[in-house]
């Protein structure tokens, strides 16, 4: 059973047709869209600021989402990958961005619509990572820019195939 926290009189909102894993933590201020995954050992920590995060979003484990008090907040927008062992503190991630495996993005840093953020980099504070770009590194740098069409259904297949997955959990009888 996920382990879900009231705090601060927050109680975390989860849309619905939803998949939380057993062992994932959601606290405080959290509002999720529909067909989202959290994945095992993930802690989404809304207990010092908000966390909203939109539809088709996965979030996948190990990774951990949280907030400075009264000065960052996390919004997420739809069709977002969250990579495994992921590290989110505080920032903007646009509609059908991908942050890769292992990497971290910091307090008010944004990371633009289609973007990709590749594994292992640190995305520093502030940092503004336009539409369609690609950035790695540690410190997280612009590498490229990525074709819109290409990096909108890439994205787009990730979040679906993640759906799929947290339908074998939840709709066993619809799997393969």
Known sequence: ???IIPVRGFTPE???DTFLAENCTIVGDVKMG?????WFNTVLRGDVNSI??????????GS????LYQKSTI??????SIG???TIHGAKIHNFALIGMGAV???DAEVGEGALVAAGSVVLSRTKIGPNELWGGAPAKFIKMVDPTTSRELNTKIARNYLMYSRWYTHPEETE
Do not use: A, F, K
């Not at 529909?34 to 959290?38: H, K, L």
């Not at 909203?52 to 484990?61: A, C, E, L, S």
């Not at 919004?75 to 977002?80: N, R, Y």
């Open 1 to 3: 059973m996920p382990l």
């Open 14 to 16: 989860i849309g619905p």
């Open 34 to 38: 529909s067909e989202c995954s959290v």
């Open 52 to 61: 909203r995060i939109g539809n088709r979003v996965n979030i996948q484990d």
């Open 64 to 67: 951990v989402l949280h907030t």
């Open 75 to 80: 919004e997420i927008g739809d069709d977002v």
């Open 84 to 86: 495994h062992n992921v």
């Open 105 to 107: 993005v910091m307090d």
